[in-house]
């Protein structure tokens, strides 16, 4: 038996079967046994087929292959002995003729620029794919089909890119990029999550100053993980202690150039948060004579505050917590705390839900920095840096207040992009917040939802801040915000909800079917972006945007027909 797993893998192994002997009948025949379980246990992610229906239609290409049509008869039978399955009578084109069914009845009554089947007959192409068409733009060397076509009666020719990966592999070397109308944002759609991201680590807010003790030191802190939450609380913190705001350096967001040049630092682990958390802080030591520090701070963070209650507790992920530790190693930190070109990395252990703890923690680690700083001083400056948390939340959910009022009055749906704090960085999302934006779409996060229970009890929401039943045992803090916002999606009808996750992340996966459950509540389209990584599939990843919004439209018809009334919420 082949292993469940991604392509990349599977070729991986079927090239080590090869050279242990195996032969290629063998080989073709584990390929087409492993298939089923790689489609329903890993793409569609549903463990009961029988949830799915009774009739199962196989299309695609591959049904052609026998072996395959029978390793997926076999499945699914097993699984489902009630369920009949059936071969489209045309599966390689199953998925064209549906298109064109789609295209029929959303163009059913308007010209269109279609040349006729005539003509697209006479049309005249080749296709390229060799070592040649590989994209050469960045390591990758994503393998690309070049078809050139040329039409029989005005002779143009047109050139057409496939397979490319991202949106430069779409330029050919020596020819001009295509002609594309660049995207304009639709009037009054919104990115809140590219604006959380930005207003984390803004410091806006003005910070009464309590201390001289951290004047002249420049501190760092790194834009990754748990500071997607707290940075506020942090940085007005060092403000407030006396540092100059132009001495505080936050960093870059994620970026695939930021990734490429300060990746590869010993952490093996798959989650791309984690991994990528090391690369910033060899960015910031890159460019530290353009940006100079003396300390980099970056705290472990064992739990944090949530405004879900109910649940056993609101621990951070053990890897993410943890990755401060993994930086030591990474940068040959050695007993004296300094990192390469002599900057002290700061990493104390902190616990933001217990608050005499917190506060005894941080004046423990500042003082050693900062050796001037009284208690009461550094008491004063906590208070400071609450307050400056506190308004960031209250900014986030007053724009999501408005963002919902604009949907409910537009009766056109905003999205809800559920994911941990960290996901806001667009880096790590791939920024699909403009994406979305271009396409016309509000998008933000569980922070952006309002928390006020007189609001969400106008959704119908029965408190659902808090949790019960076996949800009160979850003990990891982000997964409660999910189930949270998972029902306010639910209740509301103008939200529908993507969800999004790192690659191989176990906090997350226990949970991947009751947040789609509770999500998809009243019929409602629901996407599952799982295991993000440092690769970002642009053209499959709008290609599915794309089709979720489709669902959306579609959605949005069905609810006009039936309109709900929503009285006092986002007003």
């Known amino acids: 038996d082949l292993a469940v797993g991604c392509a990349v893998f599977l070729h991986t192994e079927r090239v080590s079967l090869q050279s242990r002997g195996f032969t290629p009948a063998e080989i073709l025949a584990g390929i087409a046994l492993v298939l089923p379980r790689n489609i329903w246990e890993n793409v569609v992610a549903e463990p009961s087929l029988r949830s799915l229906g009774r009739v199962f239609v196989l299309s695609g290409g591959v049904q052609r292959n026998r072996a395959a049509v029978q390793a997926q008869v076999d499945y699914i039978l097993g699984r489902h002995p009630e369920a009949e399955v059936l ?13 064109a069914l789609v295209a029929r009845e959303a163009c059913r009554g308007v010209a269109t620029n279609f040349v006729g089947f005539r003509r697209a007959a006479a049309m005249r192409y080749a296709t390229h794919n060799d070592v040649s068409t590989r994209c050469n733009r960045c390591p990758s060397a994503c393998p690309r089909t070049i078809v050139d076509a040329t039409s029989s009666t005005t002779h143009e020719q047109v050139h057409f890119v496939t397979g490319h990966a991202c949106d430069r592999g779409e330029v050919l070397e020596g020819r001009p990029p295509p002609l594309r109308k660049p995207k304009a944002p639709a009037p009054g759609a919104r990115n809140l999550l590219r604006m959380e991201a930005a207003r984390l680590f803004a410091r806006s807010t003005s910070v009464r100053v309590v201390s001289s003790a951290g004047h002249g030191l420049r501190v760092a802190v790194p834009r990754v993980l748990s500071m997607y939450r707290s940075a506020p609380l942090f940085t007005h ?57 003396d300390v980099l701070l970056f705290p472990v963070l064992t739990h944090a505050i949530t405004a879900v209650t109910g649940c056993a507790d609101t621990a951070s992920c053990p890897v993410v917590a943890g990755t401060p530790m993994v930086t030591r190693a990474a940068f040959g930190v050695g007993d004296d705390g300094r990192l390469p070109g002599g900057a002290l990395l700061l990493a104390p252990t902190l616990r933001l839900t217990d608050s005499p703890r917190f506060v005894d923690q941080l004046f423990a680690a500042i003082r050693t920095i900062a050796p001037g700083l009284t208690a009461a001083e550094h008491e004063e400056a906590v208070k400071e840096a609450r307050t400056a948390q506190r308004r960031f939340e209250q900014w986030m959910e007053h724009d999501g207040a408005s963002a919902l009022a604009r949907a409910r009055a537009d009766r056109r749906a905003a999205i809800v992009v559920l994911a941990r704090p960290y996901h806001a960085d667009p880096g790590i999302h791939h920024d699909i917040g403009s994406e979305l934006k271009a396409l016309g779409r509000t998008t933000l996060s569980i922070r952006a939802l309002p928390k006020d229970p007189a609001r969400l009890a106008a959704l119908g929401c029965e408190a659902p801040l808090r949790l019960d039943g076996e949800e009160a045992s979850l003990t990891n803090s982000g997964d409660g915000e999910k189930l949270f916002g998972a029902r306010v999606v639910a209740a509301h009808p103008y939200l529908c909800a993507i969800e999004l996750s790192s690659f191989k992340c176990g906090q997350d996966a226990a ?23 440092e690769t970002r599939p642009t053209g499959s990843l709008r290609l599915r945007l794309r089709t979720f919004l489709d669902a959306v ?19």
């Open 87 to 99: 071969v489209h009578p045309f599966p390689g084109e199953a998925g064209a003729i549906g298109a």
């Open 237 to 293: 913190y060092l403000e407030a202690i006396g540092v100059a705001r132009e001495d505080i350096v936050t960093g870059k967001a994620t970026s695939e150039d930021l990734w490429r040049r300060s990746a590869g630092r010993g952490t093996v682990d798959a989650c791309f948060p984690v991994k990528v958390a090391q690369a910033h802080v060899a960015d910031l030591l890159s460019r530290r004579a353009q940006h100079p520090f």
């Open 511 to 533: 949970l991947y079917g009751e947040v789609e459950a509770i999500a998809r509540g009243g019929g409602k389209p629901f996407l599952a972006l799982h295991d993000l990584d």
């Open 553 to 571: 439209d579609r959605y949005e018809a069905r609810s006009r027909a039936a309109p709900i009334a929503l009285e006092g919420f986002g007003s």
